[in-house]
């Protein structure tokens, strides 16, 4: 019998609540891809070190814009910081982003610095805006450069616990609430925030390789190795928690799991067991493995590394997107399901989010033309060699 209560037909956390989640899992995990550079010295990141800051940075800026979007009066979001109210969850996850962006902000400002500086000498419109950023301090020595990089590092060093607070806090939000079953699990925060590093980190590679090819670069070899390596571990192990979630709910067998295996094996079935796991994860998880421990070919090893970090940004989707509209699919009466697919041209229908998505991108783009986010790259042999010949 399909009894859903009539308060339950419509789904009331549409597409800009899965895409809220998105977002801020990219802030988090193209973070987490500096840090290892700035904190641990991890010299192979070098290429995409600045990237990956900036990405953090212009993500972090439109994470909130989903919920806003779905607000009824997003002008009246601002009261909920004007306004403390420490038992609202909502409200603690205000103030973590607000702590976080100013961190970010703040390690921009050091680690770029010098070359804000190289624009604002340069004069015109981004010299003046640059001016602007460096509150018209151009002084840089010797000994403002190395103070420059150990604030960085103690900013990055810092940012790691709050990146980890921030998408692992958008993970409670939805494991908290006891009253659904497919939510109400102790795992659900880890499993947001390591899922949130892999799409990080998989943004990163697949921004690199587009970067790189608009530009005619050659991507950095060891650089984009060391990536892959990182974005193995971490699909594995997210990839791993979200199984060992579900599997233990299975064992226990308890009155919720008569539901639940319905939602799973009827409504979700294709989305989740189909896409996320059997081809979002499988596929990546071959790829990745036989890059990491075979001596392929560059082009080999590189095509299989991008190929995999493209479909893992598309099963990280899938997976806030099982969590947050799955969750909504089942009845409180334990003994129906209601159905949900997004509009097109809707307030909060998938041209809204696929604007919402993009305009990151763009901001980057607008972005490295004022300062670079990428060290100065060599061009493909061949691409050389004709340039050689051409000025010959």
Not at 317 to 336: A, E, F, P, T, Y
Request: net charge positive.
């Amino acid at each position: 019998m399909n009894f859903v209560f009539p308060n339950e037909v419509n789904v009331t956390w549409s597409v800009m609540i899965v895409l809220y989640p998105y977002i801020t899992g990219l802030v988090a995990g193209a973070f987490i891809v500096s840090s290892l550079y700035h904190v641990f010295g991890r010299g192979e990141l070098k290429p995409v070190a600045r990237f990956s800051l900036a990405s953090a940075f212009v993500f972090l800026l439109f994470a909130p814009l989903p919920l806003l979007v779905h607000l009824g009066h997003p002008e009246s979001s601002y009261r909920m910081l004007a306004t403390p109210n420490f038992s609202s969850a909502m409200a603690g996850f205000g103030y973590i982003y607000s702590t976080y962006l100013i961190l970010v902000i703040l390690e921009i400002w050091f680690v770029m610095r010098g070359d804000f500086i190289l624009r604002a000498k340069g004069g015109g419109f981004a010299g003046m805006l640059s001016k602007l950023i460096l509150l018209g301090n151009l002084n840089e020595t010797e000994a403002t450069r190395h103070a420059d990089h150990k604030i960085a590092t103690f900013l990055a060093g810092l940012g790691i616990p709050l990146a980890c607070l921030l998408h692992g806090y958008v993970g409670f939000l939805f494991g908290s609430l006891k009253a659904n079953p497919w939510w109400s699990t102790a795992l659900m925060f880890v499993i947001f925030i390591f899922s949130a590093i892999v799409s990080g980190i998989s943004v990163l590679i697949f921004h690199y390789f587009v970067v790189a090819r608009i530009n005619g670069w050659k991507v950095d070899g060891m650089c984009v190795r060391s990536m892959g390596k990182y974005l193995w571990g971490f699909m594995i192990i997210a990839v791993g928690l979200e199984l060992l979630e579900v599997m233990s709910i299975a064992y226990k067998q308890t009155e919720e799991w008569e539901i639940l295996g319905r939602l799973i094996s009827e409504k979700l079935f294709f989305s989740y067991v189909v896409m996320q796991f059997g081809v979002l994860s499988l596929v990546p998880f071959l790829f990745l493995s036989i890059a990491a421990l075979f001596r392929l070919s560059e082009r080999v090893a590189h095509t299989l590394i991008w190929l995999s970090a493209t479909m893992l940004l598309g099963q990280v989707l899938l997976m806030r997107w099982n969590v947050v509209v799955g969750g909504q699919l089942l009845s409180k009466s334990m003994r129906g399901f209601t159905d949900y697919f997004p509009g097109i041209w809707e307030k909060e229908g998938i041209i809204t989010a696929l604007v919402i998505f993009t305009a990151p991108f763009l901001i980057l783009y607008l972005f490295h033309r004022l300062v670079p986010l990428f060290p100065p790259a060599a061009k493909p042999a061949a691409l050389s060699a004709n340039t050689e010949h051409q000025s010959t």
